[in-house]
């Protein structure tokens, strides 16, 4: 390790995105990790000593990540890299018992929620969908009345959710859920660990699509899991090694450089996140807005008091206009921006906005004019000019 564990923990996050993970400190060693292409160790011995072996097993390149993960979410164990968010999404949900009912939110990623409906219709998982930010709702889920009925075997948070910004309640719902008998695993990928830290509210594991903030740059795809369960993580370990989901060693180098800046892009976004959301809020043109930093947001106070910052996600419902639907003028809008990006995914350095329904598989219940704006670390008043005048395109 490139810290001790007692220097670690006095090192701020923002020194531990930049320090954790390097080389020994020792005469001629690199200041960064190197890369590492191997699809085979040389070793003797058995893998149950501890030899790298195979490179499904293991890969030197992805140490380095999964130390300065596990030490920015408070873990006590290394973290997991794989090869996509949805990679790791696969893994967590194989924690769930064959017929096991699992509870997540109506509004998360599509694509984990594809993957869990997919399964729910095969009758691997009895899926139970509820509004997250609605506690109650959740605690009736967790532990349903009636015959036959069964307490659920993992509880799926997401906070902010993708992409309505709904806050759940982490620490209340965690405490529910442990007090069912289930597991509790939490997409962290909006927030980032510098932003929210799951394990700390009680959760069990925590996700991250790495392909957004952590690695930052909009070049690679990958997913990571994290946990302080020494059981729950050689389960996960086990299903990656099984299953392939291996993180590639080059995309893995490229996100733990990444890493390094994200506490400076982080504070950048969030600051213009901030600035662009109260703008928005007042404008014509703009039927409603979610962004927890706003106080009148309903998620306001309890992001308040849970997180450390609002996130870089702005969502916008865009109002009927030139004889538009809400839909039309939300389209109209994207396409006549210079500056921002028309593009899925977020968390890059670059700003990005989509409309949320062009993609058939995102829920029915997202509103069709709702787009999504990924703020990125550009000039805060050129992204606002850019928005004012794709804006001043729909009339009115």
Not at 101 to 119: D, N
Not at 279 to 295: A, D, T, Y
Request: proline fraction near 7%; charged fraction near 20%; aromatic fraction near 4%.
């Amino acid at each position: 390790m490139s810290l001790s564990e007692q220097h670690a923990a006095d090192l701020s996050a923002e020194t531990v995105v930049v320090a954790a993970g390097r080389p020994p400190r020792e005469r001629d060693m690199p200041v960064n990790p190197p890369l590492v292409l191997s699809s085979t160790y040389f070793g003797t011995g058995s893998l149950d000593t501890g030899d790298r072996g195979y490179g499904r097993y293991s890969n030197p390149t992805w140490d380095p990540f999964e130390e300065a993960l596990a030490r920015l979410e408070g873990a006590e164990l290394p973290g997991l890299l794989y090869s996509s968010g949805l990679a790791a999404v696969s893994s967590a949900l194989s924690l769930i018992p064959a017929g096991g009912a699992l509870v997540m939110p109506t509004h998360s990623y599509s694509g984990t929620l594809v993957m869990a409906s997919e399964l729910a219709q095969k009758g691997f998982v009895e899926l139970r969908a509820v509004d997250i930010a609605d506690t109650a709702a959740v605690k009736a889920a967790l532990a349903p009345g009636g015959p036959g009925a069964r307490p659920a075997a993992m509880l799926w948070l997401e906070s902010p959710t993708n992409p309505m910004l709904g806050i759940a309640d982490v620490a209340a719902l965690t405490e529910a859920a442990h007090a069912a008998g289930a597991i509790v695993v939490t997409d962290n990928t909006f927030s980032t660990p510098l932003v929210q830290q799951p394990l700390a509210l009680g959760s069990d594991v925590v996700l991250h699509s790495v392909t957004k903030y952590l690695a930052g740059h909009s070049d690679v795809v990958l997913g990571a899991l994290v946990t302080s369960n020494p059981d729950i993580r050689s389960a996960l370990l086990h299903n990656r090694t099984i299953h392939g989901g291996i993180a590639g060693p080059f995309e893995a180098w490229l996100a733990l450089r990444g890493l390094r800046t994200l506490a400076l892009r982080v504070e950048r976004s969030q600051q213009s996140a901030m600035i662009l959301a109260e703008r928005l809020s007042n404008h014509p043109r703009v039927e409603s807005i979610r962004f927890p930093g706003l106080p009148a947001d309903p998620g306001h106070e309890r992001a308040k008091a849970q997180m450390k910052g609002f996130g870089s996600i702005v969502c916008i419902q865009v109002a009927p206009a030139g004889g538009l639907d809400g839909a039309g003028a939300a389209d109209k809008l994207v396409q006549a921006l210079e500056l921002w990006l028309p593009a899925t995914s977020l968390g890059g350095v670059e700003s990005l906005i989509e409309r949320r329904r062009r993609h058939a598989a995102e829920p029915t219940s997202v509103p069709e004019n709702l787009v999504r704006l990924s703020v990125g670390i550009e000039n805060v008043e050129d992204l606002w000019a850019d928005l004012e005048q794709a804006l001043d395109t729909l009339g009115g």
